[in-house]
């Protein structure tokens, strides 16, 4: 069975639709345990509560467990985790950042996971080497412009963002953004150490003042003139789009010509902690997840890009057929991380 929505239908519809489903068992491939007593699960989340509750919600309809949200900075939830030890409430931590997560398995606090739901859904590259942590979904770091005051082909690449021409004309994330740490260590890796230092350089210059906390502002930003392009994930502009349809906004897809790096990926992700009490719901909530039923979920309602091959994206976004990716590693994320801080902080981007 398919289900089919237009890029505008709304988020209530598209749950309620899917529910159906779910209880309905017409969705095949998980398993949906006998009403029963099960204590909650605990989540540390790094995600927007608005943009991961949802799918929760829509586990806890399907199965009977109820889920605890604590939501808060992906870094600081692994700080959180390590300072509770064993200790911890937490049975599982979902971040915006595979670096994050990463982290999180090198300091021991994940449990591998031994699950062939997993390995057949979400493809190797997606994933911890022994499935510590899980990717759920996509995400691209893109260059918003502002159809009223850019050519899509005055754009190539990221690093264009950085010619004097932009100048007070660009909006970027502030330097906590693991979104920018996560792009700048892709860069370096590519580059080196010094093109990517003249790359920063020439972007807190043309930047000046409009730098953002949040992706959404700088979205706004775009599309309201106040600048005519932006560093942000994909989704927020295609979110944007859905809510204003008639917004002069839209993407570019950077990196694609011959010798460019690709397109700088991320993802979301999932992991079991080390110490939980509640090992087979926790992975009960992974499973359904990684299904194609959960992934269309993050597909649908927060234009995302699915990691399951056989679940499509909404149609509004760039086929994924049609792009490169970077090829630097997720797993390595972690690892680049504290150089690539070192050097944003020597350029002084706040």
């Given amino acids: 069975?398919?289900?089919?929505?237009?890029?505008?239908?709304?988020?209530?519809?598209?749950?309620?639709?899917?529910?159906?489903?779910?209880?309905?068992?017409?969705?095949?491939?998980?398993?949906?345990?006998?009403?029963?007593?099960?204590?909650?699960?605990?989540?540390?989340?790094?995600?927007?509560?608005?943009?991961?509750k949802p799918v929760l919600d829509a586990f806890t309809a399907s199965t009977g467990i109820q889920v605890e949200l604590l939501s808060s900075g992906s870094t600081e939830l692994v700080n959180r985790l390590k300072a509770e030890g064993d200790r911890t409430p937490a049975d599982l931590l979902i971040t915006n950042d595979a670096g994050t997560l990463e982290l999180a398995r090198a300091a021991g606090l994940l449990h591998p996971l031994n699950m062939r739901e997993v390995e057949r859904a979400i493809p190797s590259q997606f994933r911890a080497p022994d499935n510590a942590w899980v990717g759920l979904s996509g995400r691209f770091w893109i260059v918003a412009y502002n159809s009223t005051m850019v050519q899509p082909d005055q754009v190539k690449s990221i690093l264009d963002l950085a010619d004097p021409k932009w100048k007070d004309k660009i909006a970027i994330p502030n330097s906590g953004s693991e979104y920018l740490q996560a792009g700048v260590s892709v860069i370096r890796t590519t580059y080196g150490d010094e093109k990517t230092r003249q790359f920063l350089q020439g972007l807190k210059a043309n930047a000046g003042s409009q730098v953002y906390q949040k992706s959404s502002q700088i979205v706004d930003a775009v599309a309201k003139g106040q600048v005519a392009l932006g560093i942000v994930n994909h989704y927020y502009v295609y979110r944007h789009l859905a809510a204003q349809p008639g917004a002069p906004i839209a993407v570019v897809m950077p990196d694609q010509q011959e010798g460019g790096m690709g397109a700088i990926m991320n993802v979301a992700g999932i992991g079991v902690i080390k110490s939980t009490k509640h090992l087979d719901s926790a992975k009960l909530l992974v499973e359904f997840l990684v299904a194609q039923a959960g992934q269309k979920l993050f597909a649908d309602l927060d234009k995302e890009y699915p990691l399951h091959q056989d679940v499509k994206a909404d149609p509004a976004l760039v086929e994924r057929k049609t792009f490169r990716a970077a090829q630097v590693p997720l797993s390595k994320l972690a690892e680049l991380r504290e150089p690539t801080l070192a050097l944003i902080e020597q350029v002084g981007l706040r």
């Fill in 1 to 52: 069975m398919s289900y089919v929505c237009s890029p505008f239908t709304s988020r209530r519809t598209i749950l309620s639709s899917l529910l159906l489903l779910f209880t309905a068992g017409l969705i095949p491939g998980f398993f949906v345990p006998s009403a029963q007593a099960v204590d909650p699960l605990t989540i540390y989340s790094g995600r927007s509560e608005r943009l991961i």
